[in-house]
C-alpha cells in the first residue's frame, strides 16, 4: 500500500452520470488525497443537441453532442477534482427500446467480454481499492448503465483483483422527498404503485438495506458546480432547479450498497475506504 496512493475508480455510463450518482465521494475522497479514476463508458451521443433538441431530431447530430459532452466531462471532472478520466469512447445507446441499443458500437451491442476486457486493463494499470458502479438494474434500467454494471463484474473477475466493490443506490425514504420537491417545481412525479411490485423495479432500496452513507454535505456546492458544467443537458438535469443551497440539503449524503469487501469493516458504514486506513 505504501507504493501507491489509495484509489477510488468511480465505472459510469455517460457524462453527467460521475456527478449525479457519485459527485460527492469524488469530491470529497480527492480532497482527502485519494486518487480518484473516472471511466466513463459512452460518448453521451444521445443526450440532448443546442437548443434541447432531441435524438432523432431535425438537427441533433450526436457527434457534435459527443464532442460537445466530452468538453463538459472534461470540466466537471476538474470542478470535482478527478485525477484521471479514462473514455472507452462506446456510442451511447440510448433508452432501453430505442433504435440505438442496436446500432454498431453502441455500448449495449458491445459484447460484456469485449468492454471488460478494456477495463480489466485500467483497472490492472490502476490498482483500485475501492470500485463503484450501478447496480444489476443499472439503477433505473438504463440499457448503458446495466452494461457498466456487467462489464465491471466481468472485469474484477478477469483482472483477479479484490477490491471493496458498492453499487450507488438511493433511499426510499429521500426518494420520497425528492418526489415532494418535484411536485412543489411543477414537474411530473408519480409515487410507484404498491401493486406493480414485481412487474417492474422500483428505484433506490429501503433504508435499512443500505449499507453504507457518505455524508459529502461539505462538498454540495462542488456537486452541483459539477452538474452544472453540463450545461447542455440542464433541461434532463432537475436538481439543478432547486439552487445550490435546497440541493446541498437533498444531495448532502451519497448512498452505497457493499457487494464485496475482504477488510471485515462493520456496517453500516460511513467511509467507502473503512477497513483499508
Request: charged share 25%; glycine share 10%; aromatic share 8%.
Amino acid at each position: 500500500m505504501a507504493d501507491r496512493p489509495l484509489t477510488l475508480m468511480a465505472v459510469h455510463a455517460h457524462p453527467d452520470d460521475e456527478a449525479t450518482a457519485t459527485g460527492g465521494v469524488l469530491a470529497r475522497y480527492a480532497a482527502d488525497g485519494v486518487r480518484t479514476v473516472l471511466v466513463t463508458c459512452t460518448d453521451g451521443g444521445c443526450g440532448d443537441g443546442p437548443g434541447g433538441v432531441k435524438p432523432g431530431e431535425a438537427g441533433h447530430d450526436p457527434a457534435a453532442v459527443a464532442a460537445l459532452r466530452r468538453k463538459e466531462l472534461e470540466a466537471s471532472c476538474q470542478v470535482l477534482g478527478v485525477s484521471h478520466l479514462e473514455l472507452l469512447g462506446y456510442a451511447d445507446s440510448g433508452m432501453m427500446g430505442w433504435p440505438a441499443n442496436d446500432a454498431p458500437g453502441s455500448f449495449w451491442s458491445t459484447p460484456v467480454a469485449e468492454g471488460a476486457a478494456r477495463l480489466a486493463e485500467l483497472m490492472l494499470r490502476y490498482r483500485p481499492d475501492v470500485v463503484v458502479t450501478y447496480d444489476e438494474n443499472g439503477f433505473y434500467g438504463h440499457p448503458d448503465h446495466i452494461q457498466a454494471n456487467r462489464i465491471t463484474t466481468a472485469a474484477l473477475s478477469q483482472a483477479g483483483l479484490t477490491p471493496k466493490v458498492y453499487w450507488t443506490t438511493a433511499p426510499r425514504s429521500t426518494m420520497k422527498k425528492f418526489g415532494e420537491i418535484m411536485r412543489e417545481f411543477g414537474a411530473d412525479w408519480e409515487e410507484p404503485d404498491p401493486s406493480e411490485d414485481g412487474a417492474r423495479p422500483q428505484i433506490g432500496l429501503p433504508d435499512e438495506d443500505i449499507t453504507t452513507w457518505v455524508d459529502t454535505t461539505e462538498f454540495g456546492g462542488r456537486k452541483y458546480d459539477a452538474l452544472l458544467a453540463h450545461a447542455s443537458q440542464s433541461e434532463n438535469i432537475f436538481f439543478l432547479r432547486m439552487g445550490k443551497e435546497r440541493f446541498t440539503e437533498l444531495m448532502g449524503v451519497e448512498t452505497f450498497v457493499r457487494v464485496h469487501d475482504t477488510t471485515g469493516a462493520a456496517l453500516p458504514e460511513r467511509d467507502l475506504f473503512a477497513g483499508l486506513r
